[in-house]
RNA sequence: GGCGCGUUCGUCUAUCGGUUAGGACGCAAGAUUCUCAAUCUUGAAAGACGGGUUCGAUUCCCGUACGCGCUACCA
């Protein structure tokens, strides 16, 4: 029989982490088996199910690209039909009515009341002590007719025990005797999260169960359940619990966004990078790699391969630059940095589209490259690759800004120091606008220290514009710049600016790195880029020399 | 309280009785130098504790401690 799992989230908020490793690794499961991934919104409690979260559950499965084999089943739907399997146990005798009167709902801290509770009843309980479990059928019948509310319960043997082969934690074993009579079916008619997951998962021929270890102890109760329904049970396998950095609950009201998916889109995560982030959250392949692509990762997961202990998601909540787990970020800079450009590129175009950034010159259109680019040469290099076996950067033709080649060029140099998506419409904007702020500390670091670049830089501006051809035509989103006619004939490329730079620097009898980092700020608005050589040459002469003539940026 | 599960660097992990206990993130130092939160190099950093079994235990067994889960007419 061909594998079929299911991703059965209850709709109580949006996708939280862990239920998105439990969904990954279901996902990855289906597909290394040639299975099917199903989905089940588990919604019977109907207090607390709101469609707003079934929506963002569905955004954040959508995000991390899990879509469901198959139609959608929503638990509240079959109802019907666990009422019916409850009657049914009842009819054979394996069940009962507890004509017990329902408590009265505890307030708040429903835990610590149960607990409390158990705590009470110590290691005494005899959990076959309902007087109802022994009420004959006729009197039973009886007050059912005479319209006494009761609850089902399931009638658990005295002799004997539960067990299964966990793939995960091994063989599970439990003595009947600390299991209680659970209860089935409510006194209002609603059925039970164990009866509901054990008829849907009947229904949906479920094989394999592979949820969260907090359903570990649950399992045995299921089993009961099937066994009364007289079903071989589907095989489990529990996976660790994602705490939070003290090893507690992660949840959000005590850690807010950082737990959930969407958070992690807005934030400009790339989905295929936090999927290798999860995927290596409490599972290994045995080996030293770390950056998985879903083909392989699909190719090597396994439920061995899956740990016994829980992991920790580690964040600061009062350091900024660790607001989530730091290996999420760094594989996420990762990916952005070595993942094939055209894997890359449509996430950048929805940056920029998103931050009105986007030109629609930049869409590919069938149209070739005509420029080389370093790692669009090496189009199909692997992620992960290391930085240093990566071509250099090679020295262009003038490219017209603005262009396809200008944008491929421009998002492949800017891109090795960006950690998110984010970047190409914040500290990379200089690069597709001439609408961008100046970071204060870049400005107090780069420009005030040295009074004398005032003047300096929009003499540079001169020197360009004397030495260089104007071999690029004017960019279309700058504003007209006044240019002296006498441009000379060099090309504005890498090795002729240095050139020029360099020569300049020297007659003003500074050192290099005060001109290139005044440029910098004058150019990108931010302290840190790519080297200036390459600035120069992407922003292309004509922006060059408008933007080291603004004296703007000194009188912020 | 009962039952269950777990415990290798700060974090994620490798090891399936014999290793200088490996890798990654983070951290630190150095290098590069036109910047850097990029890149490169180096470094510090771990088997909870106590007993067994064994020629030999991180690895197997027992106990203790700690953590987590379940213990509901929640899911």
Redesign the pocket.
């Known amino acids: 029989m061909s594998v079929r799992v299911r991703f059965a989230p209850?709709p109580?908020g949006y996708l939280h982490i862990g239920s998105a490793r439990t969904a990954l690794f279901n996902y990855l499961y289906a597909r290394n088996t040639g299975g099917k991934f199903l989905l089940r919104i588990?919604?019977?409690?109907l207090?607390?199910s709101t469609e707003e979260s079934t929506r963002s559950i569905l955004d954040g499965l959508n995000w991390l690209g899990f879509a469901p084999d198959e139609e959608i089943v929503f638990?509240s739907d079959n109802a019907e039909k666990h009422r019916a399997a409850a009657r049914r146990l009842l009819e054979e005798g394996k069940a009962y009515r507890?004509?017990?009167?329902?408590?009265a709902?505890t307030d708040a801290n429903?835990?610590e009341a149960?607990?409390e509770?158990?705590?009470a009843?110590?290691?005494d309980?005899n959990m076959r002590d309902n007087p109802y479990r022994h009420l004959s059928t006729d009197e039973s019948d009886e007050r059912a007719a005479a319209g006494d509310?009761?609850?089902i319960r399931l009638k658990v043997p005295t002799e004997g025990n539960t067990s299964f082969e966990d793939q995960v934690?091994?063989?599970?074993?439990?003595d009947y005797a600390?299991t209680?009579d659970?209860?089935l079916l409510?006194?209002?008619g609603?059925?039970?999260?164990?009866l509901?997951v054990v008829c849907d998962d009947i229904e949906m021929q479920i094989t394999h169960v592979i949820r969260g270890?907090?359903?570990?102890?649950?399992t045995h109760k299921q089993i009961l359940i099937y066994e009364a329904l007289g079903v071989t049970p589907p095989t489990f396998a529990h996976l660790?619990?994602i705490?939070a950095?003290?090893?507690?609950?992660l949840s959000k009201r005590k850690h807010g966004e950082v737990v959930s998916m969407t958070t992690y889109r807005d934030a400009g995560f790339l989905p295929e990078a936090f999927r290798n982030y999860l995927a290596?959250?409490?599972?290994?392949a045995?080996?030293?790699q770390?950056i998985y692509s879903l083909d392989e990762l699909i190719q090597k997961f396994s439920l061995e391969?899956i740990?016994?202990?829980?992991?920790?998601?580690?964040f600061s909540q009062d350091d900024p630059?660790?607001w989530t787990?730091?290996?999420a970020?760094?594989?996420n800079?990762?990916y952005i940095?070595t993942m094939p450009l055209d894997k890359l590129l449509p996430h950048v175009k929805a940056e920029l589209k998103a931050n009105k950034l986007w030109r629609e010159e930049y869409e590919p259109d069938g149209r070739a490259l005509t420029a080389t680019i370093p790692s669009t040469e090496a189009q199909v290099f692997e992620a992960g690759t290391?930085?240093?076996d990566r071509p250099e950067a090679i020295a262009i033709e003038p490219l017209e800004i603005g262009t396809y080649d200008w944008y491929i060029r421009t998002v492949d140099l800017i891109r090795?120091?960006f950690?998110t998506i984010k970047d190409f419409s914040s500290?990379g904007r200089a690069y597709f606008s001439e609408d961008f702020d100046f970071d204060p500390a870049a400005i107090a670091k780069n420009l005030t220290k040295f009074p004398d670049l005032k003047q300096w830089l929009p003499e540079l501006a001169d020197r360009f514009e004397a030495e260089f051809a104007q071999s690029s035509p004017p960019y279309e989103g700058g504003v007209d710049v006044a240019l002296s006619g006498r441009g000379g004939s060099l090309p504005f490329n890498e090795s002729n600016i240095?050139t020029v730079v360099k020569a300049f620097t020297e007659e003003k009898g500074t050192?290099?790195?005060v001109?290139?980092?005044g440029a910098?700020t004058l150019l990108t608005g931010v302290?840190?880029?790519?080297?200036?050589?390459?600035v120069f040459e992407i922003t292309g002469l004509e922006r060059t020399i408008m933007r080291l003539r603004s004296q703007l940026p000194w009188r912020l």
Do not use: C
């Open positions: 209850s109580t588990e919604d019977t409690d207090a607390r638990q507890d004509f017990t009167p329902k408590e709902p429903v835990k149960i607990k509770r158990a705590r009843q110590g290691a309980k509310p009761f609850a934690y091994g063989l599970q074993e439990r600390d209680e659970l209860v409510r006194s209002d609603h059925p039970l999260y164990n509901a270890q907090d359903h570990l102890t649950n660790p619990l705490m950095p003290n090893k507690g609950k290596l959250l409490g599972w290994s045995g080996e030293e770390e391969g740990h016994r202990s829980n992991a920790v998601f580690n630059r660790k787990d730091d290996k970020q760094w594989m800079a990762e940095r290391e930085m240093a090795a120091r950690f500290q240095e050192k290099l790195g001109i290139m980092n910098r302290a840190v880029g790519p080297s200036m050589l390459s």
